[in-house]
């Protein structure tokens, strides 16, 4: 008989590990990285998965240029879970990392030394500049390099690509000479966007986009020929702009053909210089936005003094024509009447002897843009400050004059002198500014006010404004034929009429495909795109892309190796000059062509004075659009091939990288370099706001890493929905380090459950208990999810999938369950082995499953059950989960038991509340048992209660039963407090 007052807690088979419940991963996982180090972990995983399918990454190029944050930790964690995935997996998925070292935030950080410095850059040999952009590039990719490390992510870090290395210069200049060589190059002028402040153009990504308050104006331009609609001479035609610093170098009126055009005569009650008694045409929907300018404007002269605000001080009056007709009637003119006439320019009589002011200004069909959305239907054609304006200029015979100088200046020679120096690269002279003045004092001005709000771009570095200024620059065309490339049939092009049959009326379907043709052909129909939105953002960018930019007038970068024919304006294409240059590059880098003797290059064929040389540098984007060439195909990485498996980045880079890569392999190779794009979101501040160090919202992955550790970062990084801006704070993090604190328990209970386990306890599935081969099937089911999560590159789905299947199937039902039987049961007894089984196929399951999430975490836990200092867990192979496993009726059988008990546990929670019971244990219930699948003892087993009774409903009341001393079950067998159960006293025996 068992002694009720006996201790019997040394006899409890309590889990014992030494797996703290506390992290600590701050202090622990620098010593990890050091063993990783220490037994070259990469080197070994290439080794053990050489000879298997390959997954190649290709990883975009940060910048080398400053500490990380927390976009670089999303991005890198990001790719080190896709790679760690495959490489778990069992693909052979290596990680070569990259830094883009050119460009223009490079020098501008020296440049900003200089100034510290008082140094003028200008005065600095260009070698002396480039060395220290070099220098300066170096030491932030080892920066660099060693937080990513910190950050766990597992590449090939003694061996990155850096744009910079001579043999990566090499590289991008034979790409460059291949489009040169089969024509696809031509220096032009066109108007780009230009940083005044940087004195360079600018690409599409290096430009960001702010809300500003900008000067709006109308004004007024004399109609002076108008063939089709003579009424009209005399009236002025009204433009709006929010660039007045454009109109000196207006040069045409572009109009609507099919828009309806109002004349008016403007009658003002207060003096008001330019306005009263004269005519004005505009668009006819946009007379009560012009009005109400216009009165805006006349209120505000000193002459409308105490104008009552109740009585209007402008009256509009139409004048109707009777050569266009309009529902039956006469209504003004249509766009198409002012063919062929012309205006002048609102400035002539002020520069009567200037033949630019003097010549009339053409009106001129813009149909394409011009539209009734806003202003006054008409506009101010500039060839010099924008595409439409250049493009439909051009059309029409009128060429760019290139007024403003590459710092934002008028030029000094220009006729309107007030300007002459005034910088306009802040974007707008103000209403009160000089060309508001000379326009009012003309007459032209109608309008003008400080107060237009708008999105405008401004570089990404240097935060200025931008312009659009037309400048000659090297282009990579879209549109013309890749005649290099093998000429596509109409099928493979995809042109086939609605029948079937290919369409041969149009010859051009049989040319060769243009750069855009080829790109988007590879965007619409073999590229994968994670998130699917990602290929309409991408096809409508490239859509609508004018010719490629590739100049930039700066120092530090590849240059454009070309010579031009000062006769007839064309690039030298000679193969063996090319040959030349290549090989100088490969031994000298890009300081070959700037430091070089042209007429060694030019060989004895040609005379270097009958050439100039080129000294503008390549737009970054085409550097990091070729990495692909020499990471993939170089065979410096002999492990890498080409196309990349996948290409991952944010999706800025929809604009950037993924576009500058895809147009550059499009255009030497005919397809795109990758197979697949992932995108992210941005990184948000806890409230949805763009991250600033002005705004003082940002947040230092480092701070996060020192006090909490990597892998709570990156658990982070999983978690979140990265097909969307997403958001990060300091309760965010604290959430997600309750997450981390649940699956770290749920490991440490496995460790302590499965201490002395071996092979001898094993117990065939065959022979296991139901709830065992249960959890087996739930195992099976999460495997398949987990798969296809790896597949799709779903990471946040995945770690919910894992950790539902933790907490719910495992913590909070199984583990629950069974700890009874681990601690009390005898240790040979078939239901504890078949549990400690199953535990130990979870946990090899599970620690794989959290190994490229958990980086740290995952080794900490393989380590403290098979310490080996040579192993890893990021060695090992995906689990092996049987299939068979899998058995539906069973799980239908089981999903009724678990609702069954949740049910229990519901109607026990309100008398725990109330601490009429404190554990479930004490709890008698009565349940409906009549159509659960299992009796009444196995099921108060399985809720954890003292006893269930079949009724008609539930109901709990706390039981009389007493406790066992050593299980602490109450069962009716027990005669007193303290006394054994029968099985705890057949164990004991």
């Given at each position: 008989m068992s002694d009720p007052k006996a201790d019997y807690k040394d006899t409890v088979f309590l889990p014992k590990t030494d797996f703290p419940m506390k992290a600590g991963l701050a202090n622990k996982e620098p010593a990890i990285l050091e063993r990783w180090q220490k037994i070259g972990l990469y080197e070994k995983l290439r080794e053990a998965r050489d000879g298997n399918e390959k997954f190649i990454f290709h990883d975009g190029p940060p910048y080398a240029n400053g500490n990380i944050h927390i976009g670089h930790s999303l991005n890198k964690t990001l790719k080190d879970l896709v790679v760690r995935s495959q490489n778990l997996r069992g693909k052979d998925a290596p990680f070569v990392p990259g830094w883009d070292c050119h460009g223009l935030p490079i020098e501008w950080k020296i440049e900003e030394q200089y100034r510290k410095k008082k140094r003028n850059k200008d005065e600095v040999p260009a070698s002396e500049f480039r060395a220290e952009c070099r220098e300066y590039a170096d030491n932030w990719v080892n920066v660099q390099r060693e937080e990513f490390k910190r950050l766990g992510v597992l590449a090939q870090w003694d061996k990155p690509y850096l744009t910079m290395d001579y043999g990566a210069e090499a590289v991008i200049v034979t790409e460059l000479l291949k489009f040169a060589e089969a024509g696809q190059l031509y220096r032009g002028a066109k108007p780009v966007m230009w940083s005044p402040v940087e004195k360079t153009a600018l690409a599409e990504a290096e430009v960001e986009y702010e809300d500003i308050t900008s000067t709006q104006i109308d004004v007024a331009f004399e109609i002076d020929k108008c063939p089709l609609a003579p009424e009209l001479e005399g009236a002025r035609a009204v433009i709006w702009t929010t660039t007045p610093w454009t109109i000196p170098v207006n040069q045409a009126l572009a109009y609507g053909a099919d828009v309806e055009y109002t004349l008016y005569e403007i009658t003002t009650h207060v003096e008001a210089p330019g306005l009263s008694g004269k005519r004005f045409l505009i668009a006819h929907d946009l007379y009560e936005l012009f009005k109400g300018r216009v009165e805006k404007l006349v209120r505000n002269l000193p002459s409308a003094g105490d104008w009552p605000s109740d009585q209007p001080i402008v009256e509009f009056d139409d004048h109707l024509f009777d050569n266009s007709e309009h529902d039956g009637g006469f209504f003004n003119i249509k766009g198409s009447q002012l063919a062929g006439a012309t205006a002048k320019h609102p400035m002539a009589d002020k520069f009567p002897d200037s033949e630019f002011y003097t010549k009339p200004r053409p009106f001129l069909d813009g149909s394409s843009f011009v539209t009734t959305d806003a202003g006054t239907g008409l506009v101010h054609m500039s060839p010099d400050h924008g595409e439409d304006d250049f493009d439909l200029c051009k059309a029409n015979g009128i060429n760019p004059v290139f007024a403003v100088d590459a710092g934002g200046q008028y030029r000094e020679d220009w006729p309107w002198l007030p300007l002459t120096g005034s910088v306009i690269n802040k974007k707008f002279v103000g209403s009160d500014g000089p060309i508001c003045s000379d326009l009012r004092e003309a007459g032209g001005l109608l309008s003008a006010s400080d107060d237009f709000q708008h999105s405008y771009p401004h570089s990404w570095r240097s935060k200025a404004k931008i312009i659009y200024r037309c400048t000659p620059q090297w282009f990579v065309p879209m549109d013309s034929d890749l005649t290099h490339l093998p000429a596509k049939t109409p099928q493979e092009k995809g042109w086939e009429s609605e029948g079937g049959a290919v369409d041969l009326s149009d010859e051009t379907l049989c040319a060769s495909p243009s750069l855009r043709e080829v790109a988007l052909d590879e965007i619409r129909n073999k590229v994968r795109f994670v998130p699917e939105r990602g290929r309409r953002r991408l096809e409508s960018m490239v859509e609508g892309r004018p010719d490629w930019v590739l100049s930039r007038q700066r120092a530090w970068?590849?240059?454009?190796?070309?010579?031009v024919n000062r006769k007839s304006g064309e690039y030298l294409n000679d193969p063996a000059v090319n040959a030349r240059i290549i090989a100088a590059f490969k031994t000298g880098g890009a300081d070959a062509w700037f430091n070089a003797d042209h007429q060694e290059f030019l060989g004895s064929d040609h005379a270097l004075d009958d050439y100039e040389v080129i000294t503008d540098i390549l737009?970054?984007?085409?550097?990091?659009?070729?990495?692909?060439?020499?990471?993939?195909?170089?065979?410096?990485?002999?492990?890498?091939?080409?196309?990349?498996?996948?290409?991952?980045?944010?999706?800025?880079q929809h604009r950037g990288w993924f576009q500058s890569s895809l147009l550059e392999s499009c255009g030497s190779r005919g397809h795109a370099p990758y197979k697949a794009v992932l995108t992210h979101g941005m990184t948000l501040?806890?409230?949805?706001?763009?991250?600033?160090?002005?705004?003082?919202?940002?947040?230092?992955?480092?701070?996060?890493?020192?006090?909490?550790?990597?892998?709570?970062?990156?658990?982070?990084?999983?978690?979140?929905?990265?097909?969307?801006?997403?958001?990060?704070?300091?309760?965010?993090?604290?959430?997600?380090?309750?997450?981390?604190?649940?699956?770290?328990?749920?490991?440490?209970?496995?460790?302590?459950?499965?201490?002395?386990?071996?092979?001898?306890?094993?117990?065939?599935?065959?022979?296991?208990?139901?709830?065992?081969?249960?959890?087996?099937?739930?195992?099976?089911?999460?495997?398949?999810?987990?798969?296809?999560?790896?597949?799709?590159?779903?990471?946040?789905?995945?770690?919910r999938t894992l950790n539902a299947f933790a907490q719910e199937d495992l913590s909070a039902f199984f583990f629950d369950i069974r700890k009874d039987c681990l601690y009390c049961d005898a240790p040979d007894d078939p239901k504890r082995m078949a549990y400690r089984t199953v535990m130990d196929i979870l946990f090899h399951a599970l620690t794989r499953y959290i190994a490229p999430v958990l980086v740290f975490t995952a080794e900490e836990i393989w380590q403290g059950r098979f310490p080996d200092e040579e192993d890893s867990i990021h060695l090992k192979l995906w689990p092996e989960v049987d299939a068979r496993w899998t058995d539906a009726d069973l799980a239908g059988k089981w999903q009724q038991i678990r609702d069954a008990r949740e049910q229990v546990t519901e109607a026990i929670e309100p008398l725990r509340r109330e601490k009429t019971i404190r554990s479930s244990l004490e709890a008698e219930v009565i349940y409906p048992m009549t159509d659960l699948p299992i009796d009444s003892d196995e099921f108060a087993e399985l809720a954890i209660v003292a006893r269930i009774t079949d009724g008609a409903d539930i109901a709990v009341t706390k039981t009389d039963n007493h406790k066992c001393g050593r299980c602490w079950r109450l069962l009716p067998e027990v005669e007193e407090d303290g006394a054994l159960c029968g099985r705890c006293a057949k164990v004991l025996a």
């Open positions: 970068g590849v240059p454009i190796a070309l010579y737009d970054v984007w085409f550097d990091s659009g070729c990495t692909h060439s020499f990471v993939l195909e170089s065979g410096k990485w002999p492990d890498h091939q080409s196309p990349a498996d996948l290409y991952l980045e944010g999706s800025d501040d806890k409230n949805g706001k763009k991250m600033s160090k002005s705004l003082g919202n940002t947040l230092d992955p480092k701070k996060i890493i020192d006090v909490q550790g990597a892998d709570i970062l990156r658990l982070w990084a999983a978690s979140v929905d990265y097909t969307e801006d997403h958001r990060i704070g300091d309760e965010i993090i604290k959430g997600v380090t309750d997450s981390y604190r649940k699956l770290r328990n749920t490991f440490r209970y496995m460790l302590g459950g499965l201490g002395d386990f071996t092979d001898a306890e094993r117990v065939a599935v065959a022979d296991m208990p139901e709830l065992e081969r249960y959890i087996l099937h739930r195992l099976a089911e999460v495997d398949a999810e987990l798969k296809q999560h790896v597949n799709d590159f779903a990471f946040g789905p995945y770690m």
